[in-house]
């Protein structure tokens, strides 16, 4: 059953991906955030179904995932960080 529902939530990413590709946002939103949460619990969830039901073809995608969430929580979060910058330096505070 877990693997069963695993694998469609895998592929719902893909289709998060593709989307996520075809319209990409160059500005920060503060609903980036648990999107990029969601990636790195669903690294951690596909990484420990593949451990525990001992499929090791679920590990690379899991790896992926992994990367993607390493690479994007930095990335998020100083964006948010330059927003709030420029927020505060077009209010006038310094």
């Known amino acids: 059953m877990?693997?069963?529902l695993l694998v469609p939530t895998l592929a719902w990413y893909v289709v998060l991906s593709a989307a996520g590709a075809a319209r990409l946002r160059?500005?920060?939103d503060v609903r980036r955030w648990p999107t990029v949460f969601s990636i790195?619990?669903?690294a951690t969830a596909t990484l420990s179904v593949a451990a525990?039901?001992?499929?090791p073809s679920l590990r690379?995608?899991?790896r992926v995932l992994a990367w993607v969430a390493v690479a994007a929580w930095p990335a998020v979060g100083a964006a948010e960080v330059r927003t709030a910058r420029a927020a505060v330096r077009s209010t006038g505070r310094r």
């Open 26 to 28: 160059p500005c920060y």
């Open 2 to 4: 877990t693997v069963a």
């Open 60 to 62: 690379w995608p899991g």
């Open 40 to 42: 790195g619990t669903t």
């Open 52 to 55: 525990a039901v001992g499929v």
